[in-house]
């Protein structure tokens, strides 16, 4: 019999193990079709980018069937805990989602995120009932404090944000993997399918991309690309590789042969 696979994150289960961002898109059109040719089931969005004083504005959330998508709002452009609480308050408030992708960034430079802060507003927005999956730097030590105060993931960087740098980090979320009893999201720097497929080889859940998509020349066909280098990737992880040696080992026997 086949095995159910699906990824599941704070008891849902979801279908695919990649979940898209909606920024850089150069048109609403191109976004929608990315998603569609990768058969995502969730989405994430900045709630920066809603007018969330404005309810009846139309916004990106209107390009989308919420009856196929699971809407992740996150919390892109707070530099702070408190901004960060405040946005996923005000989100929940409207009926977006009580599932928040937690982002706290200060360094507009380099767009690493806060440690400190990110564990302060998890702690806050856990105790406020909601699914908190906190992007934080390949921090194993945070990665495990984030899951003991309640965090559905945690989301390490493979690269800095838009880098398409790929796995800068591999031996860090290696030790994120190993240690965690919580789905691992690698989030940011992937920039091809080959770099969400070792992602996956190492045992990650799950993958979040955006900037590989959206600025991609054929956004569609990127989108689809790399969601069969994750379905690839996956099917590595649970075949399990050999080892790496540092000498050749025949594939065909030698005894027994005719001389």
């Keep these: 019999m086949e095995r159910d696979d699906s990824l599941v994150i704070a008891g849902q289960r979801l279908r695919s193990r990649l979940i898209l961002g909606t920024g850089k898109y150069r048109t609403m059109e191109e976004m929608v079709s990315a998603m569609e040719a990768a058969d995502v089931e969730m989405i994430t969005v900045a709630l920066r980018r809603l007018d969330l004083d404005d309810p009846s504005k139309r916004t990106i959330l209107d390009y989308f069937d919420w009856a196929h998508y699971r809407l992740l709002p996150n919390t892109a452009g707070c530099q702070t805990a408190d901004e960060a609480i405040r946005v996923a308050r005000l989100a929940r408030s409207m009926g977006l989602s009580n599932w928040i992708k937690l982002e706290v960034i200060p360094d507009a430079k380099y767009l690493l995120p806060d440690p400190v802060g990110t564990l302060e507003a998890a702690k806050q927005l856990v105790e406020d009932g909601f699914v908190v999956l906190p992007y934080i730097n390949d921090d194993p030590v945070l990665a495990r404090r984030l899951e003991e105060v309640g965090c559905a993931t945690v989301m390490p960087l493979a690269s800095p944000i ?91 026997p030698i005894e027994g042969v005719l001389r």
Excluded: H, W
């Design 162 to 252: 838009g880098s398409g740098q790929g796995m800068a980090n591999f031996e860090q979320i290696k030790i994120i993997v190993e240690q965690s009893n919580i789905p691992v999201v690698v989030d940011a720097g992937i920039g091809a399918p080959s770099d969400a497929a070792l992602a996956m080889e190492i045992g990650a859940d799950a993958c979040l991309v955006n900037t590989a998509v959206a600025l991609a020349g054929d956004a569609p066909l990127m989108a689809a690309a790399i969601a069969e280098g994750i379905k690839a990737g996956r099917k590595a992880f649970l075949a399990g590789r050999i080892p790496k040696k540092a000498y050749a080992s025949a594939s065909s």
